[in-house]
């Protein structure tokens, strides 16, 4: 169990950027994977990307469009998600989560996380003219 604090979100316009950030603390034996989340306004949750806990793989979710990236710190003890050309669609909460995975569905990628995942409490996300 670790705790988990999301930072960064803001308010920009279409094709803005952001990068968030997610502090990581409490592990008690090894790195944990990271993963990102987001919901939007009246929909559920899903799955944005995920890292591994070394940081040498990353994982997306087709919903990301290639214009995200995820990274990690493990001194820093952050995970990092840039967001690139924004678009009022990606309006929403954005969580970090531990223990994520990739899931293909019918050919499409899904990220996941464990049923005791860590979750922080989401940064607010909004992409407006």
């Known amino acids: 169990q670790v705790q988990l604090v999301e930072s960064g979100g803001d308010l920009v316009k279409p094709g803005g950027s952001l990068k968030l950030s997610c502090r990581a603390t409490?592990?008690?034996?090894?790195?944990?994977?990271i993963g990102w989340f987001r919901q939007a306004p009246g929909k559920e949750r899903e799955g944005v990307s995920c890292i591994s806990g070394d940081g040498a793989d990353t994982y997306f979710a087709d919903s990301a469009e290639g214009r995200f990236a995820i990274s990690r710190d493990n001194e820093k003890k952050t995970i990092y998600l840039q967001l690139r050309d924004l678009k009022p669609a990606d309006t929403a909460i954005y969580f970090c989560a531990s223990d994520c995975f990739l899931e293909r569905r019918s050919g499409i990628a899904y990220i996941r996380t464990s049923g005791a995942a860590s979750w922080g409490q989401g940064t607010q996300v909004t992409v407006s003219s």
């Open positions: 409490g592990f008690t034996r090894d790195y944990y994977s």
